[in-house]
């Protein structure tokens, strides 16, 4: 006990009189016993002084001292956390987060060492947190910049995930990729805003963010992938615009559940009625409740989330039909209703795959490209036993595709790099030249940007130059064709799996062709990395003025991705430490 009485994690030994950080719910006795055992001053004094039994019934009567203060003070912690999220109409959730915990135990820190105090003495108004917010982003950014540079030298692309506020007000979040380690690296960058009317000012401000971070590269040089919407595509024609995959595949999902036939429609009003038996079977809190728990806002907006509702409820359609009683709702569980509704399952699912492999920001994805859609063009070919209705939505899905597809000749690039896939069946025998002449291109611009040659003196004719072994004079482009034809008679596919280390393997048979690689594999064939802070930046922009102009939008979510970062990283050390 201090000199107050209060309660302090803290015991004195009375023979060295050291103080020990003690607290009796982790350790209870053992570590003071362990201290008395080793305590050189103990063995000096007699032995009766070692009183270790009142030790124990000391401990015993402090815990339970503790536990009942500890219950007082958790009461009345709740009461006023309660005021906090009432007065003020937070969410719930504000108590759980890692921020406010951290703050909550600094102050209560701050009350065990240096005792009670007045709170708006320590608490810094909004402006300076405001500043300090500003003061650490800039921190932050430099950091990453001094962490990007060296890495963007072997290639690197951006995404641009366009986030619409309003009519005529946009947000752009920008998410730098690039090779690591034979991996993928993703690094958020941060948010701008401009106006749709504005498309001098969007181009200025991506530049504005790109240069911050080192990439000093000219827009006829950059890789942006962005989604078709985005009106980066029709305003910024010199930059290389790439169609993010996702986009492509979810737009013409979007595209089928809304065609105007017969069969879009009756699939529908049966995905209204799925939604009803989940809303009914979540508010009665019926016994298969369990089977059916999801969140049915995403069921009405992602189409990944509708078709996992689809499955659910025709994996339990027997045991929801003994606790459905409304007829309407039965109707949509019947055996012809249930049929439909499997076609449809049919028929997503491997779009559903193809999306979810597409998505990961870890390892390269862009060379999956265009064999996953002839894939997914060959499980819309209709065959003998498809029936009537799947017949018709399998042709509306490739007409939906046809529409929508937008192929960059990087994508098809991509593919060449696969050792698997490096004689390019997958193409019409037009790209496949164009491929090659792109790749011989892109190797040949690489030793001009890296180590441009020079070349020899000339030197004075002899009659015997004739004889001369003109390897040695070949030229850049015929060293890209040397590479390119080794590379395309390999057979080699060992860690084919994981591309870029494949490439590290034989970097020094094909150097030229290695880095040309690299360079492309950072491409990722999608925006979701930065769709990961979507809702961030859509939470903070329909706050408003509370939080200032654009720039300090961009302080907050950009500290809070680092921080975020940093957080997961030590809990993955932390893991793995525990492991080992």
Not at 62 to 85: G, K
Not at 195 to 221: H, I, Y
Not at 290 to 308: F, G, P
Request: net charge negative; charged share 25%.
């Amino acid at each position: 006990l201090d000199e107050q009485g209060n309660l302090v994690g803290y015991a004195g030994c009375m023979y060295c009189m050291d103080v020990l950080r003690h607290d009796p719910h982790i350790s209870g006795t053992s570590s003071l016993i362990s201290h008395l055992r080793t305590c050189s001053a103990a063995g000096v004094l007699p032995a009766h002084a070692m009183m270790i039994p009142e030790v124990h019934v000391k401990e015993e009567v402090l815990e339970e001292s503790r536990n009942n203060e500890e219950w007082d003070i958790f009461t009345r912690t709740t009461d006023i956390c309660a005021e906090y999220v009432a007065n003020d109409m937070l969410s719930y959730q504000c108590l759980t987060g890692n921020g406010f915990r951290k703050l909550a135990q600094f102050m209560v820190d701050c009350g065990a060492m240096h005792g009670k105090f007045e709170v708006d003495s320590v608490l810094p108004s909004t402006a300076t947190v405001a500043k300090r917010v500003c003061a650490r982003a800039g921190e932050e950014r430099l950091k990453l910049r001094a962490a990007l540079c060296p890495r963007l030298l072997h290639g690197s692309a951006v995404t641009l995930h366009t986030l619409t506020a309003d009519r005529h007000s946009h947000l752009i979040a920008l998410t730098v990729h690039y090779v690591k380690d034979c991996s993928v690296g993703t690094d958020f960058l941060g948010v701008c805003d401009f106006s749709g009317d504005a498309p001098t000012k969007m181009k200025d401000e991506v530049l504005r963010f790109l240069g911050k971070f080192g990439f000093e590269t000219t827009p006829e040089r950059m890789t942006l992938i962005t989604s078709g919407e985005s009106p980066l595509n029709a305003k910024w024609k010199e930059a290389t615009m790439i169609k993010s995959f996702s986009y492509m595949i979810n737009q013409s999902v979007n595209q089928l559940l809304k065609q105007d036939n017969q069969t879009a429609k009756e699939i529908s009003i049966n995905l209204e009625k799925f939604r009803e038996i989940i809303r009914l079977i979540n508010r009665e809190n019926m016994k298969v409740s369990k089977l059916l728990e999801m969140d049915l806002v995403n069921s009405e907006t992602d189409w990944r989330d509708t078709l996992k509702m689809v499955e659910r409820v025709c994996r339990a359609r027997s045991e929801l039909l003994t606790v459905i009683q409304e007829q309407r709702l039965r109707e949509s569980l019947s055996t012809e209703s249930e049929g439909q509704m499997r076609h449809l399952i049919t028929l997503l699912s491997p779009f559903k795959t193809a999306v979810e492999d597409m998505e990961c920001c870890e390892v390269a994805t862009l060379h999956k490209v265009v064999p996953w859609l002839v894939h997914l063009r060959d499980t819309c070919a209709c065959s003998d036993g498809d029936t009537g209705a799947l017949v018709i939505l399998k042709e509306a899905m490739m007409r939906t595709l046809d529409q929508n597809e937008d192929l960059h000749l990087l994508h098809k690039v991509a593919v060449f790099f696969n050792p698997r896939m490096n004689s390019l069946r997958t193409i019409s025998q037009e790209d496949r030249e164009l491929v090659r002449k792109e790749v011989k291109r892109l190797a040949q611009a690489y030793i001009e940007i890296s180590e441009p040659r020079r070349k020899k003196a000339k030197q004075e004719s002899s009659p015997l130059s004739y004889l001369e072994d003109e390897e040695q004079h070949q030229d850049e482009e015929s060293v890209a064709e040397r590479e390119i034809l080794l590379y395309t008679i390999m057979k080699d596919y060992t860690d084919s799996d994981n591309l870029l280390l494949w490439w590290q393997h034989n970097s020094t048979m094909l150097p030229l062709l290695a880095a040309v690689a690299r360079k492309v594999l950072a491409i990722p064939a999608s925006t979701t990395p930065t769709a990961h802070f979507s809702k961030i930046v859509r939470k903070i922009k329909d706050l408003g003025s509370s939080w200032g102009n654009e720039h300090s939008i961009d302080d907050l979510v950009f500290l809070h991705s680092r921080l975020s970062r940093l957080s997961a990283n030590i809990e993955v050390n932390n893991k793995s430490s525990s492991d080992g």
